[in-house]
């Protein structure tokens, strides 16, 4: 049993490897940045607006910060989609997703239907409202826990998505829990089943 944090920029993938991970191994899943669009969306601003506010407002990012780290105490077999949360949640097994600005730009356009909170005019403005988001969660984490966010060393699993698949990066991350004694692929029903449906899904696809 244990709990699994993905973190990652917007577009690195950190939604389908969560997603990946949930139909091989059967954990729950819970998205801070679902979380932090609703809250956006219900106050009336965008995403990046949001993030301004927090660089005074303390208190938002306190009550993100605070469930999280009520989940880590509390849950167990679960997977957590956010940046923040290996710091919160130490013991976890902390992954995080890599990828360009431009790549990354690319594929928030691509989704953006499922992004209703969040708007760009072009694949340019994306990635500088990209940049934004980021360059202001990276100053607000330094200034009020002391942790850098960039830093590589705070994970057990770096991966670089510019030039993989969702399953290329799945596969990986499955290699590493199995090494790291958290999951058994061999004789899991849940993790074969999945594996044969993804292989079906890519004869279909060719035929």
């Known amino acids: ?84 949360a290996w710091y919160f949640i130490p013991n976890s097994f902390k992954i995080k997703l890599v990828v360009s600005s431009h790549v990354a730009a690319s594929r ?24 934004e988001r980021k360059r202001s969660e990276i100053a607000r984490f330094r200034e009020f826990y002391n942790a850098d966010i960039r830093d590589d060393a705070n994970f057990d699993l770096v991966i670089n998505t510019n030039e993989v698949t969702p399953a290329e990066v ?3 991350v499955m290699e590493a829990l199995e090494k790291a004694g958290i999951v058994v692929k061999k004789g899991n029903a849940r993790y074969e089943n999945a594996c044969k449906q993804e292989v079906q899904g890519m004869e279909r696809s060719r035929g």
């Open 1 to 84: 049993m244990a709990i699994i944090t993905i973190s990652g920029d917007l577009g690195s993938g950190k939604t389908s490897l969560a997603k990946c991970l949930v139909s091989k191994i059967g954990y729950e899943t819970f998205s801070a940045g679902d979380v932090y669009r609703k809250l956006a969306a219900d106050k009336g601003i965008s995403v990046v607006e949001l993030n301004k506010i927090a660089e005074k407002d303390k208190s938002i990012d306190t009550e993100l910060d605070s469930i999280i780290a009520e989940i880590g105490k509390t849950r167990d077999n679960l997977i957590l989609d956010s940046r923040v």
């Open 108 to 131: 928030v356009m691509h989704d953006m239907g499922t992004r209703a909170s969040e708007k760009y005019k072009d694949l340019e403005d994306c990635a500088a409202k990209l940049k």
């Open 170 to 172: 799945c596969s990986a």
